[in-house]
C-alpha cells in the first residue's frame, strides 16, 4: 500500500517529541524544563476509497481523510439512497 494521497500527494514528515518536567511560569512554577527529545513520525490519515474516475469505470485508491472532506474525491455510489414510493395520482394533481 502506498504510504502518500495520490491526489495531494500528502506523506509522512518527521519532527522532534519534546518531554518537559515542571510547572509553568503563570502557573506559579520555575518553568518547565526539557527533559529528551527524540525523533517521531507524523503520518497522515490515509484511507483506501473506491472512486469512479473520469471514464466511468471505479478503481481503488489511497486519498488523506482532508482531500476526502475538501471534496476533492467523489466516493463509488454502490446503491441508490432510499426514495419513498411517490403516488402518481397525487403528483399529476399537485
Known amino acids: ?6 491526489i495531494c500527494e500528502r506523506k509522512r514528515t518527521v519532527g522532534n517529541q519534546i518531554t518537559t518536567r515542571g510547572k509553568a511560569k503563570y502557573l506559579g512554577g520555575v518553568g518547565k524544563k526539557v527533559t529528551g527529545i527524540s525523533r517521531r513520525d507524523f503520518r497522515p490519515n490515509l484511507q483506501r476509497v473506491r ?6 469505470s471505479s478503481r481503488r485508491i489511497v486519498v488523506c481523510a482532508k482531500c476526502m472532506r475538501s471534496g476533492y474525491v467523489t466516493r463509488l455510489i454502490r446503491n441508490a439512497p432510499f426514495k419513498l414510493p411517490v403516488d402518481v395520482e397525487k403528483a399529476k394533481k399537485s
Open 1 to 6: 500500500m502506498a504510504r502518500h494521497c495520490e
Open 51 to 56: 472512486i469512479t474516475d473520469a471514464n466511468g
